[in-house]
């Protein structure tokens, strides 16, 4: 699943096709001029597909939301995606309005999603602690000078990085 570096979190697709069986509606989506995704754990890529201009994602689908969202796993990474049309999804079971939304069908995973995959992979600032500053400067200084391991920093760096986290 490749992402366009000029494109948003959420990439739009006319079309998500989605599961084994499928690739002749995929196929007939892109001949009338649609974008389309087909996502099959166990697709094969060949001329046709290619030819069709069919961006074939071999992942699993973890959420399709009535909206038309699309969450795919493939490889360990997760993609959002706003689908125009959705191919192939079981249709969510009718929600009554005393069931929390996180309760739903619809919103279920329908696969195992690890965690780390759901991570976002942006950088972001934490609260700086200036005691925790200065320990980083003076173990900083004392690798440099050949006084500790390496290993010291790095270690301390993850520990600090843990205890900002948790104070912020």
Request: proline share 6%.
């Amino acid at each position: 699943m490749t992402q366009r570096s000029d494109s948003s979190a959420t990439r739009h697709i006319d079309v998500i096709v989605i599961g084994s069986g499928r690739r002749a509606d995929a196929l007939a989506a892109a001949r009338s001029g649609k974008q389309v995704m087909l996502v099959d754990p166990r697709a094969a890529i060949d001329d046709e597909l290619r030819d069709a201009g069919i961006e074939v994602v071999r992942g699993e689908v973890w959420i399709v939301e009535p909206s038309g969202r699309v969450g795919v796993l493939e490889g360990g990474r997760t993609a959002l995606v706003d689908a125009g049309e959705v191919v192939g999804a079981a249709s969510p079971a009718a929600s009554t309005a005393d069931v929390p939304a996180w309760e739903r069908p619809e919103h279920a995973l329908r696969v195992p999603v690890p965690i780390s995959a759901l991570a976002t992979e942006e950088r972001r600032a934490v609260p700086s602690v200036p005691a925790i500053d200065r320990a980083r400067q003076r173990i900083e200084r004392d690798v440099g000078a050949g006084l500790l391991s390496p290993f010291v920093l790095s270690r301390f760096r993850r520990r600090a990085e843990e205890l900002q986290f948790s104070l912020g």
